[in-house]
């Protein structure tokens, strides 16, 4: 089984918009993080987040793949 990668331990602010379809990465592995960019296809065991927010702003998403309540950080980091 292959562990998470934790790509840093303080959360990403990003601007999201109203009913875009976002993918957010659960493996670590994605080179665009927070967001999948398919490296996660190599170990096939994790599979992106896909998500959607209602409100158009910046969102703080979770980078150390601890969260509770992905994609959002929740302060699993510290």
Do not use: R
Request: charged residues 30%; contains cysteine.
């Amino acid at each position: 089984m292959n562990e998470i990668k934790t790509t840093k331990n303080s959360p990403e602010k990003v601007s999201l918009e109203k009913d875009k379809k976002y993918f957010w990465c659960t493996c670590g592995l994605s080179g665009n993080q927070p967001f999948c960019d398919g490296a996660h296809k190599a170990s096939n065991e994790f599979k992106p987040h896909h998500f959607e927010v209602e409100e158009t702003k910046e969102y703080y998403l979770c980078n150390c793949k601890k969260t509770k309540n992905s994609p959002f950080c929740d302060g699993s980091h510290n």
